[in-house]
């Protein structure tokens, strides 16, 4: 493996700043600290294992519920295994780990080598499950050293990612991908990518467990479970999700004329700060809109509400006729399979490459790309055919429940067999 050589090089250029940082800034920086406090329960963990272990990594929250979700599937076929759940945000929080099919759960340092040594010697794990676009080539490095079988589950690359286009992490990748002992594209329409950089021959897209998460998520919450959101009557709900400030330069100049058509407006910011905040509360002055702000509750009968709690989005979809999903002016689409399931057409910017369900979505013409002025009200405009729009509120669902069961046909394409 030459290139897994030149990348540690390159990490070894890196390390004495990265060092410097820890020793300096440790009481400043909450990543120094965690990885040392990780180091420590890693050590003190002492519980006898006596069945296979199953490593699953995810690199944030999304990512955690593919787990999940493929965990669900792997304890009810393989009761007894051993669950080691990694991530690597420090944006997820204790509380979404602490789950009982989860038997112990860790954060990852960075990926230099040597640093998973401790991992691998007290877990002994059997397999080892990568998520989504994740690559962490000194991790699977070590799993092959140590003749540990690697997956990647619901895998995704894109023709203009930097792994196809750039020639020196094109190869990084294609080392890794032809170690692995079988890769699962989170869509069929990726096989050929894939295939392009590794000759693995076991590549079968088993789908994206993230739908089989966003259906547990909402048809298993709590039925005492309320957003405190209210539709007024006879009046649409447009949802304006996960945005950011570019999302409101391009949309906020047409919000006056939806207003003035009847529609509500919910805006749910990407993140929910003071300083994000402030941010859209001055983007809707200068378009001279009104508003109320969600914690607030000081003008209910505004037609903008700007919601600053977290942990409704995904609820709140469903009392909503149309939805604008950000990170398509930003960097990338943020998730569409939500308020799909709730069957709303979508709108977004021009940045989904990444996303094969957004991409899928747009050729049935289900999702929209904003690209001129106008063009937002232009997208709201089909709640005016009520057939048309009850038609495609259909299609879309029926998308949906379609692509779910992805984390069982992963376990039984490449788990199965392992796991006898």
């Avoid at 050590?43 to 006596?50: A, N, P, V």
């Avoid at 903008?304 to 689409?333: C, Q």
């Avoid at 495609?392 to 376990?411: C, D, H, W």
Wanted: hydrophobic letters at 40%.
């Amino acid at each position: 493996m030459i290139m897994i050589h030149v990348y540690n090089f390159i990490l070894l250029l890196i390390y004495p700043i990265y060092k410097i940082l820890e020793l300096f800034y440790l009481s400043r920086f909450d990543f120094f600290q965690i990885r040392r406090k990780e180091i420590r329960k890693i050590k003190d963990f002492t519980q006898l294992i006596s069945g296979k272990v199953i490593w699953l990594h995810a690199a944030s929250v999304g990512e955690l519920d593919q787990c999940k979700s493929m965990i669900h599937v792997i304890k009810k076929e393989s009761p007894g295994v051993f669950i080691l759940q990694t991530v690597f945000s420090d944006s997820v929080q204790n509380k979404n780990l602490e789950v009982d099919f989860i038997d112990f759960y860790c954060r990852l340092p960075l990926d230099f080598a040597g640093n998973y040594d401790l991992i691998f010697k007290k877990f002994h794990p059997n397999l080892l499950i990568i998520t989504a676009w994740d690559l962490w080539p000194n991790l699977v490095h070590t799993a092959i050293k140590r003749d540990v079988k690697v997956f990647f589950a619901s895998a995704t690359l894109h023709q203009g990612s930097g792994r196809i286009r750039n020639p020196i992490i094109r190869k990084l990748t294609s080392e890794v991908l032809n170690k692995v002992t079988g890769i699962s594209p989170s869509n069929s329409k990726l096989i050929p990518i894939f295939s392009s950089l590794t000759q693995n021959q076991k590549i079968e897209s088993a789908g994206d467990s993230r739908f089989d998460s966003v259906i547990q998520k909402i048809e298993n919450r709590n039925t005492d479970f309320s957003t405190g959101l209210q539709k007024k009557k006879n009046s649409p709900v447009l949802i304006l999700a996960s945005t950011y400030n570019q999302c409101d330069t391009f949309i906020f100049p047409d919000l006056k004329k939806l207003i003035e058509s009847g529609f509500q407006i919910w805006i749910f910011p990407h993140k929910v700060d003071e300083e994000r905040i402030r941010e859209i509360q001055m983007n809707l002055k200068k378009h001279d809109l009104t508003y109320s702000i969600f914690s607030e509750n000081q003008n209910p009968d505004s037609s903008i509400l700007v919601i600053d709690k977290i942990g409704i989005l995904a609820y709140s979809y469903e009392l909503a006729d149309l939805t604008y999903v950000g990170g398509g002016f930003h960097n990338r689409i943020h998730n569409v399979i939500e308020p799909a399931y709730f069957g709303l057409p979508i709108a977004t910017g021009p940045k989904i490459s990444h996303a094969a369900e957004a991409i899928d979505l747009h050729n049935e013409g289900y999702l929209s790309i904003l690209e001129n002025p106008g063009d937002l009200i232009q997208f709201c405009s089909i709640i005016q055919d009520q057939k048309l729009y009850s038609e495609t509120k259909e299609k879309i669902k029926l998308y949906v429940q379609k692509n779910k069961g992805a984390s069982q046909r992963f376990y039984d394409q490449f788990l199965r067999k392992e796991l006898k």
